[in-house]
């Protein structure tokens, strides 16, 4: 019987499948960078001038470029960088830090300092194509601008891994400030490459990401995706973007498992509104404001028609019934679930890095 480990927060959880049960199991692919030419590409920074170092995203290879840029200072006997980060990653991203850094929150709305370096890993996303810096600065900053990308998305479905005009609109939005950015291409293993620039130019670090993450592997009835990584699956609208990456790849009347632990809830004020009865799917077709997470809940109720979804998670079964989904206790429910349902001689495709890859 294989054992397979999938990303369920901060641990992993074991999904024990018969091998006449497993179609395949995919993860995400690349070389990894060696240190020496982490440590190359980072000398490029201009390490003389103080540098705040905003971290948008936490995961391993964040940790692992912050780690490699204060070795760097240490040697040249230049500032650490100051670390800022939002309240509700702090703790985790403070407990990766090299010693002797200090680490403060990040909330500042006025981010025209021209000593900010943002710093994020790369990911797809529905509305965007690319979850890249640009796009978590609109996200995060530009309640207006949200409204005009949002608009502007290809219809009602996600598509990640395209180059829609929202995406042109984020590189708009962060034109207007005078910052840096690091945008960091990784898989499970670790980094595959980074680029260091002004967030506007750092987007063009999709086509590496195109280059390894896309792969053909036809429709199929049955998927159990996990994202990959703690922070794609902190909270509901975040993992759903992994769902996003894999809907091309389920058949008509297929079915999706997604595993992701959301400790952090729900992540989007336009599902909880919904939740809420607050918000309604008709409201969601021509907004006048702009509601975070709008574009997840359009997604959600369009693929829907198209194949049926369970979540795996700690979120009260509640929400999971009123969003339509089957809610499961735990990973091994799963698999019961699906011969149950599917009869025992059902095939299944497992993603293992659902954040980082994208399935047609």
């Known amino acids: 019987m294989p054992e397979i480990w999938l990303n369920y927060g901060i641990t992993d959880v074991v999904l024990d499948i018969r091998a006449e049960n ?4 995919i993860d995400s692919e690349g070389k990894i960078l060696e240190d020496s030419v982490i440590n190359e590409k980072l000398n490029t920074l ?3 001038k103080p540098m705040e170092l905003v971290v948008l995203h936490n995961s391993k290879s964040v940790q692992k470029i912050i780690s490699s840029l204060f070795t760097l200072c240490e040697q040249k006997s230049k500032p650490f ?7 509700k990653i702090l703790n985790l991203v403070k407990a990766g830090l090299p010693e002797g850094s200090s680490i403060n929150e990040f909330d500042d709305v006025e981010i025209s300092n021209s000593n900010l370096v943002f710093m994020a890993e790369m990911e797809f996303d529905g509305l965007f194509g690319y979850e890249t810096i640009s796009t978590r600065l609109i996200k995060k900053f530009g309640q207006e601008s949200m409204l005009s990308a949002y608009a502007k998305r290809q219809g009602n479905l996600p598509t990640p891994g395209q180059y829609p005009e929202s995406l042109d609109e984020a590189k708009k939005f962060t034109n207007n400030f005078e910052i840096q950015g690091i945008e960091i291409i990784a898989n499970s293993k670790g980094i595959i490459d980074f680029t260091i620039g002004h967030p506007s130019e750092t987007l063009s670090a999709t086509k590496i990401m195109e280059s390894y993450s896309i792969k053909d592997i036809g429709q199929h009835k049955t998927m159990i995706i996990s994202t990959g990584k703690d922070a794609s699956n902190d909270n509901l609208g975040r993992s759903l973007s992994s769902l996003w990456n894999c809907s091309n790849a389920i058949k008509k009347d297929g079915l999706a498992i997604l595993v992701a632990e959301c400790k952090g809830g729900l992540g989007s004020d336009a599902i909880q509104q919904y939740i809420e009865d607050r918000l309604t799917l008709e ?5 006048t404001k702009y509601i975070s997470g709008m574009e997840d809940l359009l997604f959600l109720s369009e693929v829907q028609k198209n194949f049926q979804i369970s979540l795996v998670s700690i979120l ?3 929400y999971a019934k009123k969003l339509n989904m089957i809610s ?3 990973i091994k429910y799963s698999l019961d679930y699906i011969l149950k349902t599917q009869g025992a001689r059902q095939k299944v495709i497992v993603v293992s890095d659902g954040a980082r890859l994208l399935l047609r």
């Open 46 to 48: 201009d390490l003389s």
């Open 81 to 87: 960088p100051k670390i800022l980060t939002d309240k």
């Open 328 to 330: 499961l206790q735990g």
């Open 316 to 318: 009260p079964e509640f």
């Open 22 to 25: 497993l179609e395949q199991k």
């Open 283 to 287: 409201q969601l077709q021509n907004p």
